[in-house]
């Protein structure tokens, strides 16, 4: 036979095996993929775990050797750019504290926040803004040296921007409703851009508690409330200093044997126990709160700047809880079910007016099963057109479901009912009606009154909160109903929130004394779910915190109300309503790097000089990226200012700038 042949027709046989046929497919296979590869990679592919991949720093080539990382890239075939890779799901913003197996977990360190990474202060801070708020102007980028502020003129004492823009006040076509006393901030341009002064002869304020019963007359040099209610037993004057007996017009013989009577009326009202949390309308100078402090009970007093507008800045001076608000034509700034009792005193308010819509604003704010008091004349006189008053009270009272549980000399007592059941019975047509189910009751900024029923929740929220003090590190029911971007974690945030700012004011206490300082009247400007107030009464600190809620965030402060604490829902691009001059310390975590896009930083930092006393200090908890122009603003408003480093050290992205407004 032909060997050549024969030599053919072997290699014919073996092509024409399985195995080659496999072998071929394979390498054919393997080259494919191989020019795939190379065509298509790039420096643009994203690796999903960065960290694992080889960098100068982490390179296990010896430095030595100073081997570049490219010498280790294929050579032979010059790199090409990959397929694109999937694009990546919607980034999921998500809450908690989560070890390293990915479970919730309550045992962890306490560190300081990276301004780049999801803090409290990130997922607290970021929501919606409420209400009709109009979204604010983007505020340039350009850095313009700050030169030092003037002080305004001495017109401004007692200037409230907001509550004091009489060119806005005099463009009301009415104010029969009240109008003239609710905000009128002044429009851009004319916003406050100086110091507000100090009155003549102004002295460090007394401390808590000597302040309650007497202030320095040269801090609040005013005497018309001693003319008109002198007589009241609400205020006097002697020597050089305001007296408060403790009167009120309808307590003139003191508030403490008022509070006995209304205990006694209603036994189950249970001050300091089961109220913890009240607001006072019509306050005067806030004797009936001030008393309550010794009986273990928070009183949010509120007036209007009206005939008698310093009685809100005597409240202040003497460290009792107090702002200006009024009840008119829109929602006051606290949240739904936020007052285990309301009390009104000759508040001078006619609830029955517009189809009773001013009651009705009281029924929003009042708890489940809370209790209102009214001390007024109708309750007790016979006059024809005062007993009409009583009659109309009484029925709409009992229209919205209240119960009147005591009726005694010149108080009457209802109590709110716990659930929705009498509302539900009530007939076709009954007026008020319930308000729409898309009406949100903790919707409160700029949100104008309704002539409705809020109806209460199904599950009970709000309505089942523990007793005090154990309601204040409790995790509340309606913190899962507030609108954030968690769900299960959210008590574990809520415990989180709390722990670490115990340990930062501990810290704080420890290191700046601040039990040394003798704080009375404290504003938290970013408050979260109060975790800072908190820390502040489980650190034994004698004062009290109003805890603000940004309304560039999330609104927790339902939560804020459930745990026993107080606040205001606000927008730091406006003024706030209190006078000047009017608290000892002001914190703000976090506040300045989210509100800096919104409005021009050094609007509030001349807010926060005017609420400021002398002698008073602001703590300042940001990134390190708002420090520089921070410091620039502490020193053109004239506060001594010191840069301090955090616990994470000289490169963390956060700092601390602590300043005092000196005398």
């Known amino acids: 036979m032909n060997p050549t042949a024969t030599g053919a027709a072997t290699v014919t046989n073996i092509l024409r095996t399985p195995k080659f046929v496999k072998f071929t497919a394979i390498a054919l296979l393997s080259i494919s993929l191989l020019f795939l590869f190379t065509r298509f990679s790039s420096s643009s592919f994203s690796f999903p775990y960065p960290s694992l991949l080889l960098s100068p720093s982490s390179s296990p080539i010896s430095p030595s050797l100073s081997v570049p990382l490219e010498i280790l890239s294929p050579s032979l075939t010059p790199p090409l750019p990959s397929p694109p890779p999937p694009p990546l799901p919607p980034a999921v913003r998500s809450t908690g504290i989560i070890d390293e197996n990915g479970a919730m977990s309550e045992s962890f360190f306490i560190g300081d926040l990276d301004s780049n990474s999801t803090s409290f202060n990130d997922v607290l801070g970021e929501g919606e803004e409420e209400g009709s708020e109009k979204e604010k102007k983007s505020v340039p980028e350009v850095r313009v040296r700050i030169g030092k502020y003037e002080s305004c003129d001495v017109s401004k004492i007692d200037y409230v921007p907001c509550l004091d823009n009489e060119e806005a006040i005099k463009e009301l076509i009415n104010s029969t409703r009240g109008e003239r006393f609710e905000r009128h901030c002044p429009t851009e341009g004319k916003a406050l851009n100086c110091l507000v002064p100090r009155p003549e002869g102004y002295r460090t304020p007394i401390q808590w508690p000597q302040s309650r019963d007497e202030v320095w007359f040269s801090n609040i040099p005013h005497t018309r409330l001693v003319e008109d209610k002198g007589g009241q037993n609400w205020i006097s004057i002697k020597n050089d200093k305001f007296i408060f007996p403790g009167g009120g017009t309808q307590f003139i013989h003191g508030a403490d044997q008022y509070l006995d009577q209304i205990s006694k009326m209603v036994p189950d009202i249970g001050f300091g126990l089961h109220t913890h949390v009240v607001l006072d309308i019509g306050c005067g100078v806030a004797s009936f709160g001030a008393f309550l402090l010794q009986r273990n009970v928070t009183t949010m007093s509120i007036a209007p700047k009206d005939v008698h507008e310093n009685q809100i800045q005597f409240a ?27 009390h009104c005193s000759r508040c001078r308010i006619n609830w029955t007016r517009d189809d009773g819509i001013l009651l009705l604003e009281a029924n929003r704010m009042l708890r489940a099963g809370g209790y209102f008091a009214w001390a007024a004349q109708p309750v007790y006189k016979h006059e024809k057109n005062l007993q009409e008053q009583w009659k109309e009270m009484e029925d709409l009272a009992r229209c919205i479901c209240w119960e009147l549980v005591r009726k005694e000399g010149y108080i009457a007592i209802w109590q709110k009912p716990l659930n929705n059941s009498c509302y539900l019975n009530h007939d076709t047509g009954v007026r008020p009606p319930l308000c ?28 089942n909160v523990s007793t005090w003090p154990t309601r204040l590190h409790y995790p509340p029911d309606r913190l899962q109903s507030i609108e954030m971007d968690a769900s299960i974690s959210r008590k574990e945030l809520f415990r989180a929130e709390s722990k670490y700012w115990y340990e930062i004011i501990d810290s704080y206490v420890r290191a700046f004394r601040w039990k040394e300082m003798k704080l009375r009247n404290v504003m938290d400007m970013r408050a979260g779910f109060g975790g800072f107030a908190a820390a502040l009464h489980d650190l034994q600190i004698d004062c009290w915190v109003m805890n603000v809620v940004p309304v560039s965030g999330f609104n927790t402060l339902p939560v804020i109300y459930d745990r026993g604490l107080i606040g205001v829902v606000h927008d730091w691009c406006e003024p706030f309503d209190t006078y000047p001059r009017t608290y000892d310390l002001l914190h703000a975590a976090g506040l300045f790097s989210v509100q800096q896009k919104r409005c021009n930083m050094s609007t509030i930092i001349l807010e926060m000089d005017r609420m400021l006393r002398p002698g008073g200090r602001v703590y300042i908890r940001d990134s390190i990226s708002v420090m520089g122009e921070l410091q620039e603003l502490a020193a053109a408003v004239g506060w001594v200012a010191a840069l301090h480093e955090t616990g994470e050290g000289p490169h963390a992205s956060l700092k601390i700038l602590i300043s005092e407004k000196r005398m």
Not at 317 to 342: C, K, N, W
Not at 444 to 449: A, F, R
Request: glycine content about 8%; proline content about 9%; some cysteine.
């Open 436 to 463: 729409d189910s898309n009406d949100n009751p903790d919707n409160v900024w700029d949100i104008s009154l309704r002539a409705c029923i809020t109806p209460l929740p199904e599950n009970g929220h709000g309505s």
């Open 316 to 342: 202040l001076e003497r460290g009792v809880p107090a702002m200006g608000a009024v009840f008119s034509t829109h929602r006051l700034l606290y949240p739904s079910q936020a007052f285990d009792l309301i």
